[in-house]
């Protein structure tokens, strides 16, 4: 071989392409995150600050954070408490309501064609567009249309406590949120559930039944002690992706069209954290890039807070020792 | 302690026949071995037994009650599986504690029973270790003792040795017959392993492609096989087998091979001929001598290689162009191609229908 390429290179080359795409669309972002957040940059000022961008002419300030933290943005707290529904909410639905069906579909559900068919039942959402899923929604939940104050009357719900609009009247338009997120989100879980569970060796089943264990006992006392290493990376996962997205609420309030979904979202009271950055550096008049870029900044944090928690809290290092499931 | 029932039981699932039609008494503190190879339906066989597979037919009993219908937990028996299914995520306390404490047996109770057990298996220190710490060796005995633990009934091992080292094997062969008569546990003890099953257990099921072969104490297997597979597949090296016709000649019975002709005792020729001409002869590799001249009676063959075993060597000998394998002492110096007779034992050969391959004598 003309070419030799050392053994400590190797690798490299292999992980470039990657460490390519995480630097440029990952590392990259979060970098101008925080250096943005510490500007004044706005609509106003655009082409100044492009012209002195990362020069010592940029107004460096703290007056983002003292916005924050000082209450000087009276929606900050709101948005706060919204943020805080939404990821506890779809978190229970995505991370532990979507282990009891995991549980219930894999393990309970003897039948293969049986459980497939319900595992792919919940993986609709997730291969249609995102776009389509909202549209359903927006149909579905339509007064004088939609399907669901019909399906509902004709469960026994009274006529009383079916919203006049399920997108504006607040707890029902929250509720709308976190069912829409949930149902989408709990597929992710399930997906990695089920397969952990398909994974647990028939005998270890077996030999729990053999000991006198019922169902409901393995489920308890083997399963889900097993499924400790999926279930850390399900709630992580899901609770960054939750903190950061705001699609579905942005497809379903916003669309009236135009940028008329800040006024709406504000009103139904369903704006998120990080929907509220992105309002405040994209919707109409507002264009306020380094303030949103504070807002992030902050999401960004707590994602990473909250992470080392989880992992603090699930044992990590006992879990990295090797005695996880084994064959 | 109970009595084993399996009254005509077979197992289906789907097309795959695991299990068919199979009649097995195994009496209380019996040591049953269920022997074959890899396939043939002992695994399915003994999770029957434990109540985790229902039977597609047939009735099982402990004692004279039918629990061919009750699911594990209320069957009372203990089992350790081939890969020892320890729970991963328990310690070996734990894992052994695991059956008491879905009795609901007081702590101190359990505690003391665990210790016992622990105790009986020599595994003491072990308690507090996760499986994944423990050797091939150790996993077997927690297996056992989270097996025992629970005073069962009916113990069920399936191939407990097959993931331990030869001389491991050996050792544990021995403690486990040794345990299994001190508790005076009715046992079921399934192995591929011939050797295991002659060495352990009272009384061996042979079974193939889901099918009872024979079940009998170990030395009448050796000595009478009922058939051509187990003749084949209890002794080792196997049992040599000698297609051929019988044939009357002046009243005297011959068995006639491709290759060579040889008179065989009157009573014995007349029972075969009896019954078919066309035949298998069969015999052990340590029932027939080595001699190095002509005799009359005699089969002759060729040296074509020696396996040295230590104490003994196998002789594998042409006849004609059929190998043949004689276990002998190591005597004479043979050859590879060196001009051999082979005088069989005459009272210890086998005789098998060549249509059906059930044994004649
Ligand atoms: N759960 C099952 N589903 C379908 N086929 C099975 C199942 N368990 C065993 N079998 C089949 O039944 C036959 C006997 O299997 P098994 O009892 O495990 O054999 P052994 O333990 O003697 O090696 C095999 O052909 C096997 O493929
Ligand atoms: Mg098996």
């Given at each position: 071989?003309?070419?030799?390429?050392?053994?400590?290179?190797?690798?490299?080359?292999?992980?470039?392409?990657?460490?390519?795409?995480?630097?440029?669309?990952?590392?990259?972002?979060?970098?101008?995150?925080?250096?943005?957040?510490?500007?004044?940059?706005?609509?106003?000022?655009?082409?100044?600050?492009?012209?002195?961008?990362?020069?010592?002419?940029?107004?460096?300030?703290?007056?983002?954070?003292?916005?924050?933290?000082?209450?000087?943005?009276?929606?900050?707290?709101?948005?706060?408490?919204?943020?805080?529904?939404?990821?506890?909410?779809?978190?229970?639905?995505?991370?532990?309501?979507a282990l009891?069906l995991s549980i219930a579909i894999a393990y309970?559900v003897?039948?293969?064609?049986?459980s497939m068919?319900l595992r792919v039942?919940w993986l609709?959402?997730?291969?249609?567009?995102?776009?389509?899923?909202?549209?359903?929604?927006?149909?579905?939940?339509?007064?004088?249309?939609?399907?669901?104050?019909?399906?509902?009357?004709?469960?026994?719900?009274?006529?009383?406590?079916?919203?006049?609009?399920?997108?504006?009247?607040?707890?029902?338009?929250?509720?709308?949120?976190?069912?829409?997120?949930?149902?989408?989100?709990a597929s992710f879980g399930m997906i990695i559930y089920t397969a952990a569970i398909k994974s647990i060796?028939?005998?270890?089943?077996?030999?729990?039944?053999?000991?006198?264990?019922?169902?409901?006992?393995?489920?308890?006392?083997?399963i889900?002690?097993?499924l400790?290493?999926p279930?850390?990376?399900v709630?992580?996962?899901?609770?960054?992706?939750?903190?950061?997205?705001?699609?579905?609420?942005?497809?379903?309030?916003?669309?009236?069209?135009?940028?008329?979904?800040?006024?709406?979202?504000?009103?139904?009271?369903?704006?998120?954290?990080?929907?509220?950055?992105?309002?405040?550096?994209?919707?109409?008049?507002?264009?306020?890039?380094?303030?949103?870029?504070?807002?992030?900044?902050?999401?960004?944090?707590?994602?990473?807070?909250?992470?080392?928690?989880?992992?603090?809290?699930?044992?990590?290092?006992?879990?990295?020792?090797?005695?996880?499931?084994?064959? | 302690?109970?009595?084993?029932?399996?009254?005509?039981?077979?197992?289906?699932?789907?097309?795959?026949?695991?299990?068919?039609?199979?009649?097995?008494?195994?009496?209380?503190?019996?040591?049953?071995?269920?022997?074959?190879?890899?396939?043939?339906?002992?695994?399915?066989?003994?999770?029957?037994?434990?109540?985790?597979?229902?039977?597609?037919?047939?009735?099982?009993?402990?004692?004279?009650?039918?629990?061919?219908?009750?699911?594990?937990?209320?069957?009372?028996?203990?089992?350790?599986?081939?890969?020892?299914?320890?729970?991963?995520?328990?310690?070996?306390?734990?894992?052994?504690?695991?059956?008491?404490?879905?009795?609901?047996?007081?702590?101190?109770?359990?505690?003391?029973?665990?210790?016992?057990?622990?105790?009986?298996?020599?595994?003491?220190?072990?308690?507090?270790?996760?499986?994944?710490?423990?050797?091939?060796?150790?996993?077997?005995?927690?297996?056992?003792?989270?097996?025992?633990?629970?005073?069962?009934?009916?113990?069920?091992?399936?191939?407990?040795?097959?993931?331990?080292?030869?001389?491991?094997?050996?050792?544990?062969?021995?403690?486990?017959?040794?345990?299994?008569?001190?508790?005076?546990?009715?046992?079921?003890?399934?192995?591929?392993?011939?050797?295991?099953?002659?060495?352990?257990?009272?009384?061996?099921?042979?079974?193939?492609?889901?099918?009872?072969?024979?079940?009998?104490?170990?030395?009448?297997?050796?000595?009478?096989?009922?058939?051509?597979?187990?003749?084949?597949?209890?002794?080792?090296?196997?049992?040599?087998?000698?297609?051929?016709?019988?044939?009357?000649?002046?009243?005297?019975?011959?068995?006639?091979?491709?290759?060579?002709?040889?008179?065989?005792?009157?009573?014995?020729?007349?029972?075969?001929?009896?019954?078919?001409?066309?035949?298998?002869?069969?015999?052990?590799?340590?029932?027939?001598?080595?001699?190095?001249?002509?005799?009359?009676?005699?089969?002759?063959?060729?040296?074509?290689?020696?396996?040295?075993?230590?104490?003994?060597?196998?002789?594998?000998?042409?006849?004609?162009?059929?190998?043949?394998?004689?276990?002998?002492?190591?005597?004479?110096?043979?050859?590879?191609?060196?001009?051999?007779?082979?005088?069989?034992?005459?009272?210890?050969?086998?005789?098998?229908?060549?249509?059906?391959?059930?044994?004649?004598?």
């Open positions: 071989m003309a070419l030799k390429i050392s053994r400590k290179m190797l690798p490299w080359i292999f992980l470039a392409p990657m460490l390519m795409m995480i630097i440029f669309s990952w590392i990259a972002p979060v970098l101008l995150t925080v250096y943005l957040g510490f500007t004044d940059l706005s609509s106003k000022n655009f082409l100044d600050f492009i012209r002195n961008f990362f020069t010592e002419n940029v107004h460096l300030t703290l007056e983002n954070f003292e916005k924050i933290f000082f209450a000087k943005d009276p929606y900050v707290v709101e948005a706060l408490t919204i943020t805080a529904i939404y990821v506890v909410s779809v978190l229970s639905i995505n991370a532990i309501f009891v309970f003897r039948n293969e064609i049986v068919l039942s609709i959402p997730r291969i249609m567009p995102g776009i389509i899923y909202a549209l359903v929604w927006n149909w579905f939940i339509d007064p004088k249309y939609g399907l669901l104050n019909t399906l509902l009357k004709f469960a026994g719900v009274p006529e009383a406590l079916l919203p006049e609009s399920w997108l504006l009247s607040p707890p029902y338009s929250q509720i709308l949120m976190i069912v829409v997120n949930g149902y989408v989100g060796p028939t005998d270890i089943i077996n030999a729990a039944l053999v000991d006198g264990a019922s169902d409901f006992q393995i489920a308890r006392h083997i889900v002690p097993l400790k290493w279930m850390l990376f709630i992580s996962w899901q609770t960054l992706s939750l903190l950061s997205s705001y699609e579905y609420i942005l497809m379903i309030w916003g669309s009236g069209g135009g940028g008329g979904y800040a006024g709406i979202a504000r009103a139904a009271k369903v704006m998120v954290w990080s929907l509220y950055s992105y309002s405040k550096a994209f919707a109409a008049e507002e264009h306020l890039y380094g303030y949103a870029s504070a807002l992030s900044l902050i999401l960004v944090i707590v994602g990473v807070v909250l992470i080392i928690t989880y992992f603090k809290i699930f044992g990590f290092r006992r879990l990295m020792e090797p005695s996880r499931i084994e064959v | 302690m109970v009595k084993v029932i399996l009254d005509n039981v077979s197992k289906f699932f789907g097309k795959v026949k695991a299990v068919i039609d199979l009649n097995l008494r195994i009496g209380d503190g019996e040591f049953v071995a269920l022997l074959g190879p890899s396939g043939c339906g002992k695994t399915t066989t003994l999770l029957m037994v434990a109540g985790i597979y229902k039977p597609t037919k047939g009735k099982i009993l402990f004692d004279d009650k039918d629990v061919t219908k009750l699911p594990p937990r209320d069957r009372n028996v203990g089992m350790v599986f081939q890969s020892y299914a320890l729970y991963p995520h328990m310690s070996v306390y734990d894992n052994i504690a695991f059956p008491l404490r879905l009795k609901k047996v007081p702590r101190n109770e359990i505690d003391r029973k665990v210790k016992q057990v622990a105790k009986l298996l020599r595994i003491e220190e072990l308690l507090h270790r996760k499986p994944s710490q423990l050797s091939g060796g150790q996993q077997q005995r927690v297996a056992l003792g989270r097996a025992l633990v629970k005073e069962p009934d009916v113990l069920l091992l399936d191939e407990p040795l097959s993931n331990l080292d030869a001389k491991l094997r050996v050792v544990m062969r021995a403690e486990l017959k040794r345990l299994q008569k001190e508790l005076k546990i009715t046992t079921i003890y399934v192995t591929h392993d011939q050797v295991e099953a002659m060495s352990m257990a009272d009384r061996i099921a042979v079974m193939n492609a889901g099918k009872l072969q024979q079940y009998a104490p170990p030395t009448e297997l050796y000595n009478k096989p009922a058939n051509l597979f187990v003749a084949g597949f209890i002794g080792a090296p196997p049992m040599n087998f000698i297609e051929g016709l019988i044939k009357e000649i002046n009243g005297e019975y011959y068995f006639d091979s491709e290759y060579f002709k040889l008179k065989l005792v009157n009573e014995i020729g007349e029972i075969i001929a009896s019954k078919t001409s066309e035949t298998i002869m069969g015999f052990r590799p340590e029932n027939a001598k080595i001699i190095l001249e002509e005799k009359p009676n005699t089969i002759q063959g060729k040296v074509y290689v020696v396996e040295p075993l230590g104490k003994d060597i196998i002789v594998n000998i042409k006849i004609g162009d059929m190998i043949v394998k004689i276990l002998t002492r190591p005597g004479a110096e043979l050859t590879p191609g060196q001009n051999i007779w082979l005088q069989l034992d005459m009272k210890k050969i086998h005789f098998f229908e060549k249509q059906t391959g059930k044994a004649i004598i």
